[in-house]
């Protein structure tokens, strides 16, 4: 399923850069035997525009730009051949600035990868994803240079997807010089940056004023497989729309209900969608993407998933008593250690879990699990009375789920896991720990460890013998998997067998790596929302102190709010006509230029390219730099104090604001005349923009992003790449599947590494063209569900590992 093509080391002859077919998803069974090798699978053929090198597909599109450029500039001085010679000057131009850029990434990219058969990191995913925007741009080139006579030429259309891709193109440039930047500080075969916290920030400070829109309209995940980009896009219209009725005094199924009839709109209209969304991402805080994440938890929505999953025997929720117990230390059996009941932030309280098996197996009908059954209404699956029921399985499936620690429960996920249930024929319990912000960390940590206890301890109950336990998770639940094991190690308890993590999170320290960069056009995982959801569970998310008739916004907050943003337009659009008058008056001999020809809306995307390349411009947001936010090189020390930032509300010293209020220019600007006549910062990630390079800047106004530098951040039990080495050594195997398009990549590359230099057993399988999140897109398409495959595979692969047939034991049936 690759449309990657694989770059060779330096010597060595191959073909065109990329990442190669071997980490493709599925295996064949005689693969299923290699223990730590990667799976091999031959790529399906490439199309013709992936099987160019990169300089030759550039070449192809400066020649078809340039062709274009000239028929279009003789067509008069019309407003539409202006705007489409303009694009293709700047495809021209942005193509060749991008080219050798790529070419340095991709020169070093193979040192970064776990090892030649996975061929995987995040400067390989950027150099892929400009090679996709490339793509297009190219094919779109070729039908506008065949087709532009045509009287049926769709000129708007085509124009407006043009200028899309052009921004694009401009902000994939800007990202390349960003890795560059980190190629030149981290240290050799670092992906994560460890120095000065403060090249952290700057980064953090130049992305949040970079334009993001542009990915979310027209653009939307061009990077993934084309069989799910119109779930994307099904998601990006209720995201918007479902954020304009957010925080209304509404419940969530009538928030629900009111976006539907609301998204027609952004539905007909990209630009508008796009530039609303990035709004969303940038100013709603994590209680909005809490509220949106949670609406696969409605009952409705829920009962529409289960009716096209799996049917199972037994799904029921059971509610674990918080009680102390005695677990049998591994080192010496007969002695014991006690496992409390999770105590952090809420005191002692049950933890709910979720039972799930494809067949009724003994011990799962017994009244003392009965007694632990927690109703959940009319859905709630009843055991019938079965004349027979099967054995218990040598194996048990104790899984976490994602969701960012702030969102979801096992409702969510419970479609692919009846799907494992069947495919495995093995119980599976999921555990529904408690979120944040209400129960920051340790506090799911905590009632992770004490449920897969219980499950150690009472697996009879659950259906299992429990001669085999695999730990399985998907994002942040591959994290507490992690963090799971590690504490079970510590304690000297048993610990799993082995480890599936999907995607995981290993990484929750604020650190600028090539993969993080993808988040700039991520739908599902933007940086912002990111930031959001690490700083909530590391117990630094903030109390909104505002009115209560503004925190849930009626009728009188909507009119207010509009107000205000009326009044914002005005002053701006006086000041923009007063800079207007002004030039003019002091260029009288200069001729009017403005073309009154072939009227068009301009869109956002030709607003966009219609900035002045420069940082004059009349929006003070659009063109700040680097230089403009760059700390005091006074305060290394504490690079998160800033001259010019403003903190979020009580002052702390972790979490900054990144951008300037414009009621704050004077301030500003005195600021600015201050710093700059400092010394320069020497890790000016600003500095590797070439001159005469300005990449577009985002107008959707100020935005909170917190970075937390706090030592929360850095235990190991929450951020377990940064696990000292006496620690992972005490992990059971662990595979990773990862996707080579997520913001999260570096994460599982780098954790494998880890891993792989101490001699613990790891592999690392990477899917791609698709997004963080497939395991809940599991049934979308043929990509989806082969990926989901690979991670069951993983999961039989650690509860009937191959080899040397293991003791006698129990006389009970294989799996």
């Known amino acids: 399923m690759s449309r990657w093509s694989k770059w060779p080391h330096p010597g060595q002859a191959g073909p065109s850069p990329g990442l190669s077919p071997q980490a493709a998803t599925g295996t064949s069974h005689s693969q299923q035997s290699q223990p730590w090798g990667a799976l091999k699978r031959p790529g399906r053929a490439s199309r013709l525009t992936h099987s160019m090198d990169l300089r030759t597909m550039t070449q192809s599109l400066v020649t078809l730009a340039e062709d274009n450029m000239a028929f279009f500039s003789g067509q008069g ?106 190629l030149a500080i981290n240290r050799p075969g670092k992906l994560f940056f460890e120095g000065d916290e403060g090249v952290t920030a700057d980064f953090l400070r130049e992305y949040v004023t970079l334009h993001k829109g542009c990915f979310y309209g027209r653009c939307l995940g061009f990077q993934f497989t084309p069989a799910i980009r119109p779930f994307l896009q099904t998601i990006s219209i209720g995201l918007v729309s479902f954020g304009e009725h957010y925080k209304r005094n509404e419940t969530g199924l009538s928030v629900t209900a009111s976006s539907l009839f609301t998204s027609g709109r952004f539905a007909i209209d990209p630009e508008l969608r796009g530039a609303e969304f990035e709004r969303i991402i940038q100013n709603l805080d994590v209680h909005f ?102 054995p218990r399985s040598r194996s048990l499936v104790v899984h976490i789920h994602g969701g960012g620690f702030v969102a979801q429960t096992s409702k969510s996920h419970e479609p692919y896991l009846k799907s494992w249930a069947q495919e495995l024929g093995v119980p599976i319990l999921s555990i529904d720990y408690s979120l944040a912000p209400e129960a920051p960390f340790p506090r799911a940590l905590e009632e992770c460890f004490y449920a897969y206890c219980w499950a150690v301890k009472h697996c009879g109950l659950l259906g299992s013998t429990g001669e085999r336990i695999c730990l399985a998770g998907d994002s942040a639940g591959g994290n507490l998997c992690f963090t799971v094991s590690l504490r079970a190690a510590a304690y000297g308890v048993r610990v799993p067998d082995g480890i599936m993590a999907a995607y995981p999170a290993t990484m929750l320290q604020s650190a600028a ?47 207010r709010r509009d107000t205000a943003l009326l009044f914002r337009d005005l002053r701006l659009g006086a000041s923009s006509w007063l800079n207007s008058f002004l030039e003019l008056s002091g260029h009288k001999s200069r001729p009017n230029l403005v073309p009154t020809e072939e009227p068009m809306r301009r869109s956002v995307s030709e607003a966009a390219l219609a900035q002045p390349e420069g940082p004059l411009g009349t929006d003070s947001l659009k063109y700040l730099t680097l230089h403009d936010l760059s700390l005091s090189s006074e305060t290394q020390d504490t690079p998160e104090l800033s001259l010019s930032a403003e903190t979020l509300g009580p002052t702390t010293p972790s979490a900054v604001n990144f951008l300037f209020r414009p009621e704050d220019a004077p301030e500003e600007a005195e600021a600015r005349d201050e710093i700059s006549t400092k010394e320069e910062k020497v890790y000016s990630v600003r500095a590797a923009f070439p001159e005469g390079f300005h990449p577009r800047r985002s107008s959707q106004g100020a935005i909170q992003m917190p970075l937390y530098s706090a030592p929360i951040v850095k235990n190991p039990f ?40 101490l001699g613990q057993p790891v592999t690392l399988h990477v899917v791609e063209d698709l997004p963080h999140g497939f395991l809940s897109l599991a049934a979308l398409c043929r990509e989806t569900r082969q990926a989901a495959a690979l991670c069951v595979d993983r999961i039989r692969f650690i509860l009937n590992p191959p080899g040397p047939a293991t003791p006698a034991g129990p006389t009970t049936p294989p799996v």
């Not at 988040?519 to 102190?545: N, Q, R, T």
């Not at 940064?722 to 005490?730: K, N, V, W």
């Open 77 to 182: 001085p019309g407003e539409t051949a202006r705007r489409l010679s303009g694009v293709f000057a700047g495809i021209r131009e942005q193509a060749l600035g991008l080219e050798p850029a790529l070419g340095r990434l991709l020169s070093v990219a193979h040192l970064f990868d776990l090892d030649a058969e996975t061929p995987a990191n995040g400067y390989r995913s950027l150099v892929h994803t400009a090679r996709c925007c490339l793509a297009h741009l190219l094919h779109k080139s070729r039908y506008v240079a065949s087709n532009r006579r045509s009287i049926f030429f769709r000129t708007s259309h085509n124009l407006a997807e043009l200028e899309a891709y052009l921004a694009a193109l401009t902000q994939l440039r800007a990202l390349a010089y960003y890795a560059q930047r980190l």
């Open 289 to 390: 993407w809490k509220a949106f994440w949670n609406i696969t938890e409605i009952e409705v929505l829920s009962s529409l998933a289960n009716m096209a999953s799996a049917t199972v025997r037994v799904s029921r929720l059971l509610s674990l008593p918080p009680k102390a117990f005695e677990m049998p230390l591994t080192a010496d059996p007969k002695l014991t250690v006690t496992i409390s009941p999770p105590l952090a932030h809420t005191g002692p309280g049950p933890v709910l879990v979720r039972l799930i098996s494809y067949d009724l197996r003994e011990g799962q009908d017994s009244e003392e699990l009965s007694s632990l059954v927690r109703s959940e209404g009319p859905r709630g699956l009843e055991l019938r009375p079965r004349p027979q029921q099967a």
């Open 513 to 559: 790596s090539p993969s993080r960069l993808l988040s700039l056009m991520d739908p599902l995982l933007p940086l912002s929302v990111l930031s959001k959801c690490v700083s909530a569970y590391a117990g630094g998310e903030m109390e909104d102190h505002s009115d209560s008739d503004q925190k849930a916004l009626g009728m009188m907050g909507l009119v």
């Open 718 to 757: 929450m951020s377990p790449l940064l696990a000292p080495d006496s620690m992972l050594q005490t992990l059971p195997p662990v595979h990773i599947v990862a996707c080579a398009l997520d913001p999260m990549l570096d994460d599982s590359v780098m954790f494998a590494r880890r891993l792989r230099s």
